[in-house]
């Protein structure tokens, strides 16, 4: 309303006709998001799109893909073909500098360069779909969200279980008291990372390759590092490897556990931790641990008590008691949600959840579904959101605190040993030289 005031009030005035004609841009052009009809299509880029990229884009085909970017054009080849339409770049500030007709973007790179490029992507007016972990470091997540907030954008975090039917039962049987009250949670993913790198590479443990191969065709390797510190090619980290190098990746941690505590954010409405301690296995300043056991520790919130939640990676929980003998643990990963009139145990995403022993589980009284049911997939309740502007389920208000959660596990790890956590003042309180990790120090060229 304000906008067409101010514009009847130029033309009153006798506005010369550029001042005039420059109201009626597309908010696009302008800079800011462009308002999206539902009945109209939505065009997206993508930003990464050799591996998980090219599955989200995959789930974003009732939309226009226009544009394509990826510092590897040969690991992408398989993608850009799939879309000969879309425009293809190397280097995401030139996409978004030279096409503007750009709704959104989905970010699907390695975790070191999520920040960088979404929040100027954000910054450019767009609505940005952003892999896990949000951020490789606690600030990244809390700045993610506040740019979020500031350019009015609709964001989502890739979580797709934060969209299927496993979290919302969770939550609804927590909310209706079917487990009773619940003060402590074992999460766990039990695969590893290990061996690090290539199968063909060979090195001492926890170090880097020595070697140094030549970039292959169609790698842009400055642009691959971007706001990480240099360092010579190697197959070791490019592709898929990445993820277990610090300077890279944010390990099991940031990789499954974004994915594992998700449900338990939400039901049990956690907020920042009080404490993190960690206990590690295979520690080195180069790469992710074997295994680890974290033991995040929160204090109470409206209607919850506090919250013991034990993190373990590379390994299981002891097996609990009213898990029938020769009943099998949920795939790779899960959930046993302690209360003290039941225990629910759930699959990687909150997955299948069911209150063991089996027999417990029928005898139980199951409320009813009340939370809303997202209808499609995760990418599509992103669309909705750009369409509508009602928040997306794992916008980045919700998932950039999810993220701190597991990124300050990542911290404690690098230290192993318990870390007390000033949320409000982004600050570890009782060991000074472990705050080098809440933040990171960019190569010269790239920022926030």
């Not at 060979?202 to 971007?226: A, F, M, N, Y």
């Amino acid at each position: 309303m304000s906008q067409r005031l101010d514009r009847r009030a130029f033309v009153k005035r006798g506005a010369a006709a550029g001042v005039a004609a420059a109201l009626v841009l597309p908010r696009h052009v302008l800079g800011g998001p462009r308002t999206i009809p539902p009945s109209e299509k939505m065009n997206v880029a993508g930003i990464g799109v050799g591996g998980m990229g090219a599955a989200n884009l995959a789930n974003l085909e009732s939309e226009n893909i226009v544009a394509l970017c990826d510092v590897d054009l040969s690991y992408a080849a398989r993608t850009i073909k799939k879309y000969p339409k879309a425009k293809v770049y190397v280097d995401y500030r030139e996409m978004l500098d030279k096409q503007k007709d750009i709704d959104g973007v989905v970010v699907a790179t390695p975790d070191h360069t999520h920040a960088v490029i979404s929040i100027a992507a954000m910054r450019a007016g767009k609505h940005v779909y952003c892999q896990k972990p949000l951020t490789h470091n606690v600030y990244e997540s809390r700045r993610m969200a506040e740019v979020a907030r500031e350019c009015k954008v609709a964001t989502q975090m890739g979580i797709q279980g934060h969209s299927m039917e496993g979290i919302r039962l969770i939550t609804e049987w927590v909310a209706a008291g079917v487990i009773g009250e619940v003060r402590e949670v074992d999460a766990w993913c039990d695969l590893t990372y290990y061996p690090w790198g290539h199968a063909s590479w060979s090195s001492q443990w926890g170090e880097r390759p020595k070697d140094t191969p030549p970039v292959p065709e169609g790698l842009h390797w400055d642009l691959w590092i971007g706001p990480a510190p240099m360092r010579p090619y190697h197959r070791a980290y490019h592709p898929l490897t990445w993820r277990c190098w610090w300077d890279f990746g944010c390990g099991m941690m940031g990789d499954r556990g974004a994915h594992t505590l998700d449900p338990i954010v939400t039901a049990l409405k956690l907020g920042p931790p009080s404490s993190i301690e960690a206990t590690s296995c295979g520690n080195s300043v180069e790469v992710h641990p074997l295994s680890a056991i974290v033991t995040f520790k929160f204090p109470a919130r409206p209607g919850f008590p506090p919250l013991k939640l034990t993190w373990y990676e590379g390994t299981r929980p002891p097996r609990p008691d009213e898990l029938e003998d020769g009943r099998q643990w949920p795939a790779e990963g899960g959930l046993l949600i302690k209360g003290t009139k039941g225990t629910i145990m759930a699959g990687v995403y909150g997955n299948s959840p069911r209150i063991i022993p089996e027999a417990k589980m029928k005898e139980a009284v199951l409320p009813p579904k009340t939370l809303p049911r997202v209808k499609g997939t995760h990418e599509a309740d992103w669309v909705r959101a750009c369409k509508t502007g009602e928040p997306a389920g794992a916008d980045f208000s919700y998932s950039g605190p999810l993220t701190e959660i597991c990124l300050l596990g990542n911290i404690a790890k690098r230290v192993d040993a318990r870390i007390e956590w000033d949320s409000a003042n982004l600050k570890i309180t009782n060991l000074p030289e472990a705050n080098r990790y809440v933040q990171r120090e960019y190569r010269q060229g790239w920022s926030l």
